[in-house]
């Protein structure tokens, strides 16, 4: 059993800045990933960012430049920098642990609202 908690989510204003934190407790053995996904209401859930075991990073298309995934791999936690943000950025913000092994669908935490607005 895992548990991932996410915070930092809040309201800010168009152009600013924000800083999630993911922290994941319980039966951790061996993480394959770590990533960020998000949802707006009426909208499909999409990556925003990934950390591979490696260190590689992947972004998605609407966040490439502007967000920065991080990790610390002796706390457990991965962060998201989220900088020039937009009204499209609006969303709940999910963090999302992959092990090695099982489970297949991985753990999901239960996700920090980010609102842009003026």
């Known amino acids: 059993q895992v548990q991932l908690v996410e915070s930092g989510g809040g309201l800010v204003q168009p152009g600013g800045s924000l800083r999630l934190s993911c922290a994941a407790s319980?039966?951790?053995?061996?993480?394959?990933?770590m990533g960020w996904h998000r949802q707006a209401p009426g909208k499909q859930r999409e990556l925003v960012a990934v950390i591979s075991r490696g260190g590689v990073r992947n972004y998605g298309e609407s966040v490439k430049g502007r967000f920065t995934i991080s990790r610390d791999i002796a706390k457990n936690t991965v962060y998201l920098q989220m900088d020039s943000l937009k009204p499209e950025d609006t969303a709940v913000y999910y963090c999302?642990?992959?092990?090695?092994?099982?489970?297949?669908?991985?753990?999901w935490g239960q996700g920090t609202s980010v609102t842009v607005s003026s």
């Open positions: 319980g039966s951790i053995f061996s993480i394959n990933a």
């Open positions: 999302k642990l992959e092990p090695t092994t099982v489970p297949a669908t991985g753990y």
